[in-house]
């Protein structure tokens, strides 16, 4: 695949990427679980998806893309420091984990690790914002909630991948 | 195999670190929480403030009750009504609290300091 | 296919459940009544609007008892210079259980004793030693066999009066604890100036923690009792006094002497189911000196503590497992 079709292919992914994350906002996950800004990381499956059939820089700068566009439709100056030390911290961990996709972690449980640490990333710099340490007190309630968010995200990727191998598109983008 | 979740080993192993770390980080604030009290001070029935005790702070609070100004003083662990423009000063006689339960009012003024905080070692209720 | 998708949500839910479910809801109300601080801290699903019909029933109930208030029973009561007057039912129960506390504990809880508290002004920015003329003359007007009820109405003297601050705030207690029992809250502490009354036991099946207020210090307490279903009500010397050639006098009356109460008592403490009775109980208790209180106590089946002035702590014989000394400055004694 050229080095255009690479941008264009970023460009849309980005695209869905901030239209995912705005658009589940609408979800009202508050009423479940009783956490400001809890959500369900459906924007992290683009990003994974990037992971998988792009090059790391290039997930990199779609999720760079995403949380600044997206702070910039609907957000803070804080949100967008929250989400990009999650997003980061999130990322690099799928990343890692994803060397070892199929043979030790399933996507479920990479998306369970990738949401958690999102959570921590978020925990960290909402500390560092507000100088406070009282913030930790959402840190247990968000950890456990990755679980369940995890297999959202991870069961929307595994079928995504099932689907993907009928495209072939990663064999445009490779070859 | 196709209907069930493809699960492998090392996915268990993640679940289990996070909820460690979930049950860790929890027991650590549970065990903070229950040594923490909370110094509160309640004007006309309405929460007017809550100070975190147990530090080394040190605050002079004046406010305007029905009678008078107030004056409330936060001392580490402990606070107590300094001076209030009333009629009996009961409120000052009533000298430092401190234990979780333990409450001080001004009733000219409806100013009341009271003590709460995850209860241990201190009571329900006073009487008095 | 199907079925992984079920297995999700299942687990997805099963979470959320865990994490939403924490928990029964506490609900606290800090309000003023009765010339005091009133606080009702109640749990469970109905607390709230429970109570906001205790604080409504208290402020109903103050309208009908007050002796300030220009429209009250008691104030007509106490104006009718020797007339005939009609009352509430809720004023007629208060005045009655008044009269058969007044009786059972042989006057020493007296609510025609505010002519005397009066004169001396104590908690009031006039407080002052009458002359023992005065006391004379006020003290004929206390006597609550001055007092003639007949069904709902009733009569008084010129010049006596009724006030059942004594009582007052245990009647309250009673009725917000049967209105709070009424609506279903199984779990309530309610503290009314210091008169506390417990509705259950707490979340883990525990008695409640009741600390009694330590007459050096008035901000802390020196023991705790361990209770629950029941009425905590403590009088002592250091509520509201007045210090004069470093004497002390407090705002509880002797109706025989017409002095503040001095006795070998600094507080008396009554756990009783009627807050009402331990309300008159302590006051009586307390006019009466250790001796005979405790063997009022006795005859009476009443439970009680004792703080003298020598810090010797006495406790009733239904209260010893219940009762712990938290502060080293007494001594215990059985």
Known sequence: MNKTKRIALCGMLTALALALSLAERMIPLEWIVPIPGVKLGLANVVTMFALLFLKPKEAYAILFCRVVLAALFAGSVTQLLFSLTGGMLALTTTWVLLHKQGTWFSFYGISAASAAMHNIGQVLAAMFVMQSVDVIAYLPLLLVSAIPMGFVTGAILDVMQKHMRHFNLTGHLNG | ?128 | ?334
Not at chain 2, 74 to 93: L, N
Not at chain 3, 43 to 69: F, H, K
Not at chain 3, 266 to 279: F, K, L, Y
């Open chain 2, 1 to 128: 195999m196709k209907n069930k979740i493809p699960l492998k080993l090392g996915d268990f192993a993640l679940f289990a670190v996070i909820i460690a770390l979930a049950c860790g980080v929890w027991i650590r604030l549970a065990l903070m929480q229950t040594e923490q009290t909370y110094g509160e001070i309640v004007v006309d029935g309405t929460l007017y403030r809550e100070i975190k005790l147990g530090g080394t702070e040190q605050e002079t609070i004046t406010l305007e009750g029905r009678t008078g100004e107030v004056t409330i003083e936060i001392d580490g662990d402990r606070m107590r009504f300094v001076s209030s423009q009333c009629p009996d000063h009961t409120c000052e006689r009533t000298g430092w609290i401190s234990r979780v339960g333990q409450s001080a009012v001004c009733l000219p003024n409806r100013v009341m300091i009271k003590i709460t905080g995850i209860n241990q070692d201190g009571v329900d209720a006073v009487a008095q």
């Open chain 3, 1 to 334: 296919m199907k079925k992984r998708w079920l297995c999700t949500a299942a687990v997805t839910i099963l979470m959320m459940a865990v994490l939403a479910g924490c928990g029964q809801k506490e609900v606290t109300q800090d309000f003023y009544a009765m010339d005091t601080a009133m606080n009702i801290r109640a749990y469970g699903s109905n607390a709230q609007d429970a109570v906001n019909q205790c604080v409504r029933y208290i402020n109903q109930l103050e309208q009908d008892i007050s002796r300030t208030r220009e429209d009250s029973d008691i104030y007509a009561l106490n104006h009718a210079q020797g007339d005939w007057v009609e009352l509430s039912e809720q004023t007629t129960d208060v005045l009655e259980q008044a009269l058969r506390l007044a009786e059972e504990t042989e006057g020493c809880f007296d609510p025609t004793i505010a002519p005397l508290s009066d004169l001396w002004g104590i908690g009031t920015e006039d407080a002052r030693i009458p002359a023992q003329a005065e006391i004379d003359t006020a003290l004929e007007l206390v006597n609550y066999q001055n007092l003639q009820m007949n069904g709902t109405s009733a009569a008084l003297p010129e010049g006596a009066c009724i006030d059942l601050g004594g009582i007052g705030k245990g009647y309250a207690a009673d009725q917000v604890a049967q209105i709070l029992r009424d609506a279903g809250v199984e779990r309530a502490v309610i503290t009314l100036g210091g008169n506390i009354y417990v509705l259950g036991e707490k979340e883990d099946g525990v008695p409640w923690t009741i600390g009694i207020t330590d007459p050096d210090s008035a901000g802390d307490y020196f023991a705790t009792l361990q209770v629950s279903d029941t009425s905590v009500v403590t009088s002592g010397d250091y509520e509201r006094y007045f210090e004069q050639d470093g004497e002390r006098y407090c705002h509880i009356f002797d109706p025989e002497t017409g002095w503040p109460a001095q006795t070998d008592l600094r507080s008396v403490t009554v756990v009783s189911e009627c807050s009402t009775d331990a309300d008159a109980y302590t006051t009586a208790l307390f006019v009466m000196g250790s001796e005979r209180a405790m063997e009022f106590c006795e005859a009476h089946d009443i439970e009680a503590v004792f703080v003298k002035t020598d810090h010797v702590v006495h406790v009733t014989e239904g209260l010893r497992d219940k009762f712990s000394l938290t502060s080293s400055e007494y001594t215990y004694e059985e």
